[in-house]
């Protein structure tokens, strides 16, 4: 049984930052792709970043590229957010999530992951 817990969320101010984790259990940490997706109120869900098995690969979205970072700890088994610049257009749930895959690239659709965290709200004041 795979299970995905994030923290780190809550209250920021704009411009200011935030550092999402997300602690990955189960099987071998090091076989998983990870990835973050956001859902805004009455929006779908969407890509943010996602980081390869190795963490070699990675891949954002436009609309964070320069102010987010993925980075994993394969001994920690967790992957972390690091959200600079925040606005309020971040506002959002934030979900991790994981898929046992040892492809070159990092995954950038919903369907490609097996394993979803619950969410953590971020809210970014103006």
């Known amino acids: 049984q795979v299970q995905l817990e994030e923290s780190g969320g809550g209250l920021v101010q704009a411009g200011g930052s935030l550092r999402l984790s997300c602690v990955v259990s189960?099987?071998?940490?090091?076989?998983?792709?990870l990835g973050w997706f956001r859902q805004a109120r009455g929006e779908e869900r969407e890509f943010v970043a996602g980081?390869?098995?190795?963490?070699?690969?990675?891949h954002y979205a436009d609309s964070v590229k320069g102010r987010f970072t993925i980075s994993r700890d394969n001994p920690m088994k967790t992957v972390y957010l690091q959200m600079n610049s925040l606005t309020p257009e971040d506002t959002a749930v934030y979900f991790c999530?994981?898929?046992?895959?040892?492809?070159?690239?990092?995954?950038?659709?919903?369907?490609?992951?097996?394993?979803w965290g619950q969410g953590i709200q971020v809210t970014v004041s103006s």
């Open positions: 999530a994981a898929a046992a895959d040892l492809g070159l690239g990092p995954l950038l659709r919903e369907n490609d992951y097996d394993y």
């Open positions: 980081i390869n098995w190795s963490g070699g690969s990675i």
């Open positions: 189960g099987r071998i940490f090091s076989s998983f792709a």
